[in-house]
């Protein structure tokens, strides 16, 4: 029992960082064809998501990162195409190349080791027409004053001010911070050169965002929670994988094998790999639903349900923008894919401070925006409600796919959630106070990042006075 808790614990307490690597089994040249395919990949998305320059990437994406790759980083250069928006990075002494291209809505793909510029057209694209998006609008918090006495806005600023310092992290480098409620914006700010346009990675934020495609797929009756999670590769009569169900699978207890640290998912995330791949191989470890561990795959499998649930590529590659991210105005948003079309919903996604409210004033609006009911109207309470099985205690509870800040941390209500992400990104609701916190930083690898947790109860004493 002792090795399993220790286990489970350092997933969870190393869920938000960088891990280093001590043991490494990857062969140098692996090694450096991720370190290729992370400078590719951040790069083309930096600059066609986010409409960065290579300077302020340099500064803010390829800086204070996993340490496997950071050095290697750093000795190689991007080839940066911007008439047919790819990024080229040779590795190798040049032998070898790593190739990440970008496409509307879904933001850049990696290419697997050995692609070339000849494959370029040969990754979907089903939305080559869309037309880029232009400012945000501030929908729907626009042209609606907010009061807030002089005490309370001399506090808040404060507050806010002391986020882009080292108060709340002596790693902590933050790029925005976003207080709103459903009716208005309490307070935003953005370091120099960003707008609220300006979109950039959410690491495992974007669990939060899958739980809420898998939320709209609930309300459309394409899923049901409690049922089978049915993926093609478990379909065996003797497989006991075929026990795994959805809920399973948000609740993070799918019982796979995700090695002893499951957020590390390096073929993936910049080794030009497939979900399929590598997701649906794991083995089974534990029974379902007896184990909580942090594991990228169970998120990612999540969405693998979902994709085999549509009869062609381009309808479940639709289908989070249709029927979610359209709708409630989240179109700065990019949700990657791998080059076969599986959503990596477990970390990159790019989006924006304000597309993150969206998302969560949904959540306060009980998934009902503009009238429609986007989630079922329950959603808020089951991702809310805690798993089965849970972290240990010096973690966040869990639910599906969100943090539980519940009687485990006293100073904040008991009602608080969050979407956490690495390198300080944060989604917090607090549906008692009609209330959603973002900050989005680039923390810095191996030091202590941005606490969440005091700058949300900061903020909350600010707006009490």
Avoid at 148 to 155: C, I, M
Avoid at 166 to 187: D, M, Q
Avoid at 218 to 237: K, Y
Wanted: hydrophobic share 40%; with cysteine; net charge negative.
């Amino acid at each position: 029992m002792r090795r399993t808790s220790m286990t489970t614990l350092s997933s969870a307490l190393l869920a938000l960082s960088a891990l280093p690597i001590s043991n490494a089994t990857e062969t140098e040249t692996t090694e450096n064809a991720y370190a290729a395919g992370y400078l590719a990949g951040f790069t083309c998305s930096a600059v066609f998501n986010g409409n960065k320059e290579i300077s302020a990437i340099r500064r803010d994406e390829l800086t204070g990162i996993y340490s496997l790759v950071a050095d290697k980083v750093q000795q190689l250069q991007p080839e940066i195409n911007r008439d047919h928006r790819y990024v080229r990075v040779t590795y190798d002494e040049g032998q070898r190349a790593r190739i990440s291209v970008w496409r509307p809505k879904l933001g850049c793909v990696d290419l697997p080791v050995g692609a070339s510029i000849n494959d370029l057209a040969k990754v979907a694209n089903p939305f080559a027409d869309t037309v880029a998006s232009g400012s945000d609008d501030g929908a729907p918090w626009a042209e609606r004053p907010l009061q807030l006495n002089n005490e309370q806005q001399q506090a808040l600023a404060a507050v806010i001010e002391r986020a882009f310092g080292k108060t709340y992290g002596s790693g902590a480098r933050t790029s925005a911070v976003l207080v709103v409620s459903p009716e208005h914006i309490i307070a935003e700010k953005y370091q120099t050169g960003f707008t609220p346009e300006t979109a950039q990675r959410t690491w495992s934020v974007a669990k939060s965002i899958g739980a809420s495609v898998i939320g709209a797929a609930v309300q459309q009756r394409l899923l049901e929670l409690d049922e089978p999670a049915g993926i093609a590769n478990w379909s065996h009569d003797l497989d006991p994988r075929r026990a795994i169900t959805l809920e399973n699978l948000l609740h993070m207890a799918s019982g796979l094998d995700s090695n002893k640290a499951g957020n590390r998912t390096d073929r993936v995330y910049m080794g030009g790999g497939l979900v399929s791949d590598t997701a649906t191989e794991s083995a089974l470890e534990v029974t379902p639903g007896e184990r909580w561990k942090y594991a990228n795959n169970d998120t990612l499998l999540a969405l693998r349900t979902l994709r085999e649930r549509f009869a062609t590529l381009d309808d479940y590659l639709r289908f989070p923008y249709e029927q979610l991210l359209d709708k409630v105005g989240m179109e700065h948003t990019f949700l990657e894919t791998d080059w076969q079309g599986d959503f990596i919903l477990s970390s990159q996604v790019w989006t924006t401070a304000r597309d993150l409210a969206r998302l969560g004033v949904l959540h306060l609006n009980n998934g009902v925006w503009n009238g429609e009911q986007i989630l079922p109207e329950n959603w808020l309470s089951y991702i809310s409600s805690p798993a089965p099985a849970q972290p240990p205690a010096a973690a966040p509870g869990y639910g599906a796919q969100w943090w539980l800040y519940n009687e485990r941390f006293p100073e904040l209500p008991n009602d608080t959630i969050a979407a956490r992400g690495n390198r300080g990104q944060f989604l917090v609701i607090i549906p008692s106070r009609n209330l959603v916190i973002v900050r989005r930083g680039y923390d810095i690898a191996g030091e202590p990042g941005f606490n969440e947790r005091d700058f949300t109860r900061d903020v909350l004493r600010a707006l009490a006075l």
